[in-house]
């Protein structure tokens, strides 16, 4: 590990603090002194611009600043409302989910300091059904913040008043898409809304809402408490401050790994996941779970730095940073069967090109994977694939071709009869 890896403790600080899940241990390390600091001497605006000025970016997928999506929100209309996202249905990421049970109090004081910021008294977790047993513990906690008056009326002596909410899902990947999580949050069918507008302006029940990833909201307490330069001695100039990167797939040590944005895939699969298991050679990485592209593990990959703007170089995107690693024993039309069959799985079927789409993707890719296959089969493959891109509500239906695009691009070799 290099020193720089070693110091990037931020978000999965139990690994360093024993027991700091605990609302007294968390507060003997500096817990809520961030929340007092922006509720007590910080206007909203002043929050926002500290933020802005991190350069922190959205952890949830898009990469998308988060101090200007906090200035996005339409002032002249109330109330407004944040939404957590806490849904982490990506096959491959399970980072919101080791914040959740063990540094919980960081990610809810983060939520909080975006709700004083947004000007919301009322901000809701949207958590996945599976996680039930995560909304318990947070019900706890959140009635624990309230009985230590850090949540609830007048906070610190303020008219700033706060409530949180936990909310859980039925376990739909699409509830995941910000516009489906408020459809369902309202109750409704979770469903992706046609955008614009966008939540800032139409949110949750019609208004102003903020929707932050958990891994997003659980950065911003150590942004207010040291400052947005503090903030930017990790990671590189547009991609600043350490990302989760939950490593799966054939490695020796798979599990989350908080490095500085910018570390190379080869620190992260080499020297800390201690490389591809049973002596085997590494084919391919897959950077943002099933809805990643394939990139061939060449040693130019291999030495290309994590964060926002060098992935894409690859003709990939970084994404949530689940990375999963694939051995020369897989087949590359076998794994996409596996990725496709995800997706037809979890498409809302709103949009005829995804639910058709990933119908006959599931159905090509099947004949393929049991060799009864011709080549036109896989030139029709492409085919559908391209008839779903750019055509789809949400992104839902671009994730579920990336595998398929990038993966008979380049590793034709695994597609032939
Ligand atoms: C199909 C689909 C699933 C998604 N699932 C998640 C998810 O599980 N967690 C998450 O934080 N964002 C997810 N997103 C992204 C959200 O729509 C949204 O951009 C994000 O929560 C914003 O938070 P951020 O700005 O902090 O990244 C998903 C998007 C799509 C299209
Ligand atoms: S792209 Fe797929 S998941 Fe998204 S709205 Fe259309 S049918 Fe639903």
């Not at 961030?34 to 952890?59: C, F, N, W």
């Not at 030139?379 to 239906?397: F, N, S």
């Amino acid at each position: 590990m290099t020193e720089n890896a070693a110091s990037a403790i931020r978000v999965l600080r139990h690994w360093e603090i024993q027991g700091i899940e605990q609302l007294e241990i968390y507060r003997q390390h500096g817990g809520f002194e961030a929340l007092e600091k922006a509720v007590t001497s910080l206007q909203p605006q002043q929050v926002v611009d500290i933020v802005k000025a991190s350069g922190l970016r959205g952890r949830g997928g898009a990469g998308f600043p988060t101090g200007i999506k906090w200035s996005f929100i339409d002032s002249k209309n109330w109330p407004h409302y944040v939404v957590a996202n806490a849904d982490e249905s990506e096959p491959g990421t399970f980072k919101d989910r080791e914040i959740l049970e063990y540094n919980p109090y960081q990610f809810l004081e983060g939520l909080a300091i975006c709700a004083f910021a947004v000007g919301a008294n009322a901000a809701y977790i949207y958590l996945r059904g599976e996680f039930w047993p995560i909304a318990a513990s947070l019900d706890h906690q959140i009635a624990e913040m309230e009985a230590a008056g850090l949540l609830g009326d007048k906070l610190f002596g303020t008219d700033y008043s706060l409530r949180l909410y936990t909310h859980l899902g039925a376990g739909a990947y699409i509830c995941g898409e910000e516009t489906a999580m408020l459809e369902s949050l309202e109750g409704k069918l979770g469903q992706p809304r046609l955008r614009p507008p966008f939540p800032p302006s139409f949110g949750l029940y019609g208004k102003p809402t903020i929707v932050n990833n958990v891994e997003t909201l659980a950065n911003v307490p150590l942004i207010i408490a040291n400052g947005a330069e503090w903030y930017r001695q990790l990671g590189t100039e547009k991609s600043p401050g350490t990302k989760i990167f939950s490593l799966s797939g054939c490695v020796e040590r798979p599990g989350n790994y908080e490095l500085p944005l910018g570390t190379t895939f080869r620190e992260l699969i080499f020297n800390l996941g201690g490389g591809i298991f049973n002596g085997k050679n590494i084919k391919a990485i897959m950077p943002a779970g099933a809805s990643s592209s394939l990139i061939v593990a060449t040693d130019e990959a291999l030495d290309t730095p994590m964060d926002y703007e060098s992935v894409p170089r690859l003709g990939a995107q970084l994404g949530s940073a689940s990375m999963i690693i694939i051995d020369d024993s897989i087949s590359i039309s076998w794994l996409i069967n596996k990725t496709v069959h995800f997706f037809r799985h979890e498409s809302c079927g709103k949009c005829t090109p995804c639910r058709e789409g990933t119908y006959w993707m599931s159905h090509l890719t099947e004949r393929i994977t049991q060799d009864h296959f011709s080549q036109e089969e896989v030139l029709l493959l492409k085919d559908v694939a391209g008839q779903i891109k750019g055509k789809c509500l949400c992104a839902l239906g671009e994730f579920s071709i990336e595998a398929v695009l990038s993966g008979i691009d380049r590793f034709p070799q695994d597609f032939t009869e």
